[in-house]
């Protein structure tokens, strides 16, 4: 048996990860300090949260008790993804149920992500809101048994704090775990690829860091 490859005159390998630079951000603050192992080789004190960056949410995230990233398998964490493109937000400024129906309905299967995309130009530059997830979408999901949905800072998790828990209980509750500040979304040529988001293995945190990338026909 041969070793498995990847044939990339046929495919590419597109980075959905968001680049985080030290100091940016007072509220996602990521702080390094630059130190030396016993060897003297240099090594960074880092100072930070699990919400910086790419990151994964599981239960641990929601609900006291919950399972940490550590309680998932990691194949939970990769397979086929499905493109959800909102390309007017003004038209659809809520995400429903019947918007992932009318987009995904012939397409979604048990075990797909569903990474969201707002290609609204106008939304983009501030002009207009971004779209948002709303709780019945996210029963729509569950009940179609995905495994994750994935946003960028461009797509919100409810169109405000009410909505954004119940849009997080209704999901992680039915085992579909939250990928966020995702990035370069617009690299996204096909409505269906290869999705991973391989979480950070560390014990009892409520999400862990992850480098994602998608995997699509040329």
Known sequence: MGVFTIDWDRYRLVDL??????????????????????????????????????????AAHFYEGGRDITAYALERFMGRGLLLDISDASRTPLITAEVMEAQLGGLIGRGDSIICRNSDHLSLAGERPNPSLMPGAARWIANHQAKMIGIDTHFGLGNDVASGRALHDILLSADVTLVEFLANLEQLTRPEFYFMALPYLCRTIDSGWARAVAIEEK
């Open 17 to 58: 990860s968001y680049e985080v630079i030290p100091g940016a951000s007072p509220e996602r603050y990521f702080e390094i300090e630059r130190g030396l192992l016993a060897d003297d080789a240099f090594m960074h004190h880092v100072r930070t949260h699990t919400h910086v960056g790419t990151h994964v949410e599981v």
